[in-house]
Structure formats: structure tokens, C-alpha cells
């Protein structure tokens, strides 16, 4: 495999690996596991795993209601973890920090509360073809109960936004452009800065889904100047069941509350009541607490490293990969090449069903993949396929993970190849 033009210095040391627990089970017979889902879900350092274990072990109750010594603890450290992300986000106050279920329930957050507050019959929301069934669906529900209107932008041949489609459709009815900042099925790296700056130009404002770009490259939301941001902690080293919601505060601030119950309020009498100040109004009952001090955890582990250093290391191993996939006969690989994209590469192979393909990855090889329309039903649908097959990639990946699929994906090939080509193949050595 060349990677002659690939820089070295760009990986981070194989010895990271050590700290990941789950990556040294043999999770099949015969089989180290090549873990390369991670666009799905990442897996635990020690670290993050230990932080669970010390809180559920030392400090913890519920937070925000107790005056006691337990509960004082888990609201320490669940409002430290607040102030952490505020941190790797580079957001102004802790305030506009909310903590969710995850980018699903962010975006959700959105969509009722800003969405049902301000949108009219006849306003434009402005998505992209691309967009994951979480930054689709919730819109398509908002846009039903509203009088609402979806635009989507579509792709260039190439896989990357049609950006003269976007000045086309971009209005002065957009009022919200909602768009992933990489997509989860394609890769590809979408211009935030230019979006933005258009966006708010014309009055519109800016939801980026940043689940597959937060836990890869550093994320400057005072520096693009998006209006909302969402994210999950399960995709960078996190617990699941927790994500986060980033508002300007003077948007969140007039936006009404989401979910009612206990902690968002102020104030309930038997018949109103009035909501709590942020960041506790969009916080109805007992929060994520421990996932919540286990991201906080994981946000520490990602900060040593650097996001710029993860970001190189897996910008090499996506380029090692394109180079490699990309001469094998037979195979498509969805999306741009390697300088629009980062940290995934999905692809479909003429004969061979996604489903089939990624099985025999797993149970001949023990390489795990994720095959399936990847919640980008519609953009599959575009393409004219139903299914594509995805590696995506993580700090503690090497490029032993790739050369391993690359040989996978040649011994599949041969053996789902008609009989006479399976003869020839082995004859030429
Ligand atoms: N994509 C994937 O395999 P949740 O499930 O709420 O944590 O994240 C939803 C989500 C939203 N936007 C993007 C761009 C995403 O990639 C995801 C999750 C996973 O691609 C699971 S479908």
C-alpha cells in the first residue's frame, strides 16, 4: 500500500490504544478486533469508565435539590462538567450550555421550542439532502403543525453542497438553516463559515449538526457565530445518554421551555407557572447526571490529545483509506475525495449487498463496520442505492486498522466472485 504522500508525524502513538479496555478483548475466535464504527458510537477509555465508577462510588445524588454533602458533590461536578464543554466549544457562558439525551434531542429542543414560537405558514426552512434522519424529521414535524415550508439543498456530482443552489434558495423566507457540519453517510466537510455568514446576511439563523465534527476538530462556535449547535457525548469517548444543546443566550432566553416538570421552574401554582433562568429552564427533571461527569471525563481525555492533532491522525488514516479503496475494482466510494472529507469513508460494491458485505467483515474477520442507509435514507434514495457499507475512524485507529480492511474487503470480493474468476484469481498468485 503506498502512502507515500501521507505525512507520519500526523498519527498519534499506537500506545493510546493501551488505555481502551473494550480494544484488547477478543470479541470473535481468532479475530483482534478492528473497531471501525466509530461515526455510530466511539468506545471508553479507562479514564472515562473510572470517572463513572468514582462518582457512582463516592459522590453521588441528585443534583440541584439536596443540601446535603452527596448532593452538593454530583452538582459540583455536573455543573464543572457544564462549564467543560462551554470550554471546548469556546461559547461565551456556561448558561448557554444545555445538556440533552443527545444531538437527537437537541435538535428536537429546536424545532419545538424556537420552531413553534416562530415559525408562520409560508417561512422557509432551509436543510440539505444530506442531512441525518435527526435533522430532518423533527423539522418535518414543526413544518406540519406551523404552515412551515423545507428547502434542501442539493450535492454537486462530486458530494459536497451545491453552494450556488444554496445562494438560489437562500431567501428572505429562510428563516433557520439547520445542516450537518460533516455528514455521517458522505464524509464531507461542509462550509459553516460561508453558510453562516449568508445565513445570517439574510436574516436567517444557523442550527449546525455537529455530531461528527465535535468529537474530530476543534469547534469555535463564537468564532462561526452559529446560532445553535448540537452534539452527543457517546461519539467522543462519552457515556450515552447524554448530549448538548449550545444557544445563544439571548435566543435561548426568549425561547419558551421545552419539556415542564420539575427543576425548569420558578415558580408553579395549581394552575401556571413560571420557568426557571438557563440553563435549568430546558433541564425538566433529573438530568443525564453521571453521563454528564463521564463526558467531562472524556472532554479532558480529547483536550490532552489536542482536536487538532486527533483531527490529523484520522485526516491520514481517511486518505490511507481513499487511496486504497479507491483501486479496487468494483467498489464506489460515496462522496468527495480526501481534502473535503474526514474521518469516514462509505462505499458500495457492484453484486455484493451492504448487509452481506459487512457480515463477512465481522464474523470472517472480525472487522466491524456499520452497513445499512446510515439514518441518510433520502440521500441513499438520491444516489440510487439502499444501502452503503462505512468505515469510520477514531484516535485509537492505526493504519494496521485499514491495511486489515483493505484485505478484508479483497478476500470478501474473492469469495462472493463467480466460480472461474475465483479459479483465475488464485492461479495468478
Ligand atoms: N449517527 C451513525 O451511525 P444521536 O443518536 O442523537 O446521538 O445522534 C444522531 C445523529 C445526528 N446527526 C448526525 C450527523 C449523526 O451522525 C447522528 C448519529 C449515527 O451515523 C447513528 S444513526
Redesign the pocket.
Known amino acids: 500500500m503506498s502512502t507515500a504522500a501521507l505525512d507520519p508525524t500526523a498519527l498519534l502513538p499506537e500506545s493510546l490504544r493501551d488505555d481502551f479496555p473494550i480494544l484488547h478483548n477478543q470479541v470473535l475466535e481468532n479475530h483482534p478486533l478492528v473497531f471501525l ?1 466509530n ?3 466511539t468506545q471508553r477509555p479507562a479514564q472515562v469508565i473510572d470517572a463513572i465508577r468514582n462518582v457512582y462510588e463516592h459522590d453521588y445524588a441528585n443534583v440541584h435539590r439536596g443540601i446535603h454533602t452527596l448532593s452538593e458533590r454530583s452538582t459540583e461536578l455536573y455543573e464543572e462538567a457544564r462549564e467543560k464543554v462551554r470550554g471546548l466549544l469556546n461559547a461565551e457562558h456556561a448558561r448557554e450550555i444545555i445538556f440533552t ?5 437537541s ?1 428536537n429542543l429546536v424545532a419545538r421550542s424556537w420552531g413553534g414560537a416562530n415559525l408562520k405558514p409560508g417561512d422557509e426552512i432551509l436543510l440539505t439532502v444530506m ?5 430532518l424529521v423533527p423539522w418535518q414535524q414543526i413544518a406540519a403543525q406551523t404552515g412551515a415550508v423545507l428547502r434542501h439543498v442539493p450535492l454537486t456530482e462530486e458530494g459536497r453542497l451545491d453552494m450556488e443552489a444554496f445562494d438560489r434558495l437562500l431567501t428572505d423566507r429562510t428563516k433557520l438553516v439547520a445542516v ?1 457540519s ?4 458522505l464524509g464531507t466537510i461542509n462550509p459553516i463559515d460561508e453558510i453562516t455568514t449568508k445565513a445570517h446576511d439574510a436574516g436567517a439563523l444557523v442550527l449546525v ?1 455537529a ?2 465534527s465535535v468529537p474530530h476538530l476543534p469547534t469555535d462556535v463564537r468564532g462561526t457565530d452559529v446560532d445553535f449547535l ?1 452534539f ?1 457525548g ?2 467522543m469517548l462519552g457515556p ?1 445518554g447524554v ?1 448538548i444543546l449550545y444557544g445563544k443566550e439571548s435566543l435561548l432566553d426568549a425561547m419558551p421551555p421545552f419539556l415542564g416538570g420539575g427543576s425548569m421552574i420558578n415558580e408553579v401554582r395549581l394552575d401556571s407557572f413560571t420557568p426557571a433562568e438557563l440553563p435549568a429552564k430546558f433541564e425538566a427533571g433529573t438530568p443525564p447526571i453521571v453521563p454528564a461527569i463521564g463526558m467531562s471525563a472524556a472532554i479532558d481525555y480529547l483536550n490532552a490529545i489536542g482536536l487538532d492533532a486527533i483531527g490529523r491522525h484520522e485526516h491520514y488514516l481517511t486518505q490511507m483509506a481513499y487511496e486504497a479503496l479507491s483501486k479496487i475494482e468494483g467498489l464506489t466510494i460515496l462522496g468527495p475525495g480526501p481534502e473535503h472529507r474526514t474521518g469516514l469513508i462509505s462505499f458500495v460494491f457492484e453484486k455484493i449487498h451492504a448487509h452481506e458485505f459487512a457480515q463477512v467483515l465481522n464474523d470472517q474477520f472480525g472487522i466491524a463496520v ?1 452497513a445499512g442507509h ?2 441518510t435514507q433520502p440521500l441513499h434514495t438520491l444516489l440510487g442505492i439502499t444501502a452503503s457499507t ?1 468505515a469510520s475512524f477514531y484516535l485509537y485507529n492505526q493504519p494496521s486498522d485499514v491495511e486489515r480492511l483493505v484485505e478484508g474487503i479483497a478476500a470478501v470480493q474473492t469469495m462472493f466472485a463467480p466460480r472461474g474468476r475465483r479459479r483465475r484469481k488464485r492461479s495468478e498468485g
Open positions: 464504527d461515526a455510530a458510537s439525551s443527545g444531538t437527537t434531542g435538535i442531512e441525518h434522519h435527526s435533522n450537518a460533516i455528514s455521517n453517510a449538526d455530531a461528527q448540537a452527543s457517546h461519539k450515552s448530549g456499520r446510515h439514518c462505512r
